[in-house]
């Protein structure tokens, strides 16, 4: 079982920055999820634990990045230029084997689930 403790969430200055981190148990295909109220799940980052490939979605691309550390368990999404649109709950996720490509957009690709970060921009 995967446990899967995020952190790093909070308010921060339209325009500005701020880092999430999640650490887990082990070294998982892993990614990041969000949801703002009202509005249904996005996918933000799928990162390969094989070091295949990242994978990010549209909204954020260009803006955010990810890194990795401790021995590649733990998954640090660094978002710049953030904008309102981005408020929302950030959930990192794990996946159990290696995804193929097609899949990583999929929230059901993924076994594990953390409870979720809030992340709030405004002016």
């Known amino acids: 079982q995967a446990q899967l403790v995020e952190s790093g969430g909070g308010w921060v200055h339209t325009g500005g920055s701020l880092r999430l981190s999640c650490a887990a148990s082990s070294v998982y295909t892993m990614g990041w999820f969000r949801q703002a109220p009202g509005r249904e799940r996005e996918f933000v980052v799928a990162d390969k634990r094989s070091r295949a490939g990242t994978y990010f979605g549209n909204s954020v691309k260009g803006r955010f990045t990810v890194s990795r550390d401790n021995g590649r368990k733990t998954l640090h999404l660094q978002m710049n230029n953030l904008k309102d649109e981005d408020t929302a709950v950030y959930y990192c996720?794990?996946?159990?084997?290696?995804?193929?490509?097609?899949?990583?957009?999929?929230?059901?690709?993924?076994?594990?689930w953390g409870q979720g970060v809030q992340v709030t921009v405004s002016s």
């Open positions: 996720v794990a996946a159990l084997g290696d995804p193929i490509t097609s899949s990583m957009r999929d929230a059901s690709t993924y076994d594990y």
